[in-house]
């Protein structure tokens, strides 16, 4: 069983930085893809970013592409976020997913939701003009 919790959400200004973390449980972590999504009042649920198991394959969102960076710690089980240069459309629930299952580091990681089974709860970014 594969458990997420996301943390590091809140109420910052228009350029500021911000850095969440998802905190993961499961046996399978270091050998599957991580992403983040957000979901926004109004919109679909958006792709920003996703990691490959080993972190060698990247891929982010056009939107967040030069501001974000995920990066993570298969020793801590964790992903993290770092969102810089902020803008008020940033603002939205952010979550991290798993596949939860063994995949390739030689693909680019998955941007569609429906690949990831596992999901956290979220956490609320908001950008203030």
């Known amino acids: 069983q594969v458990q997420l919790l996301e943390s590091g959400g809140g109420l910052v200004q228009t350029g500021d930085s911000l850095k969440l973390t998802c905190a993961a449980s499961?046996?399978?972590?270091?050998?599957?893809?991580l992403a983040w999504f957000r979901h926004a009042p109004g919109k679909e649920r958006e792709f920003v970013a996703g990691i490959s198991p080993s972190g060698i394959k990247i891929a982010y969102g056009f939107s967040v592409k030069g501001r974000f960076t995920v990066t993570r710690d298969n020793e801590k089980k964790a992903t993290y976020l770092k969102m810089s240069s902020l803008k008020p459309e940033d603002t939205a629930f952010y979550y991290c997913?798993?596949?939860?299952?063994?995949?390739?580091?030689?693909?680019?990681?998955?941007?569609?939701?429906?690949?990831?089974?596992?999901w956290g709860q979220g956490t609320q970014v908001t950008v203030s003009a």
């Open positions: 499961g046996r399978t972590f270091s050998r599957s893809t």
């Open positions: 997913a798993t596949t939860g299952t063994e995949d390739s580091d030689s693909i680019a990681p998955f941007s569609n939701d429906g690949a990831f089974p596992y």
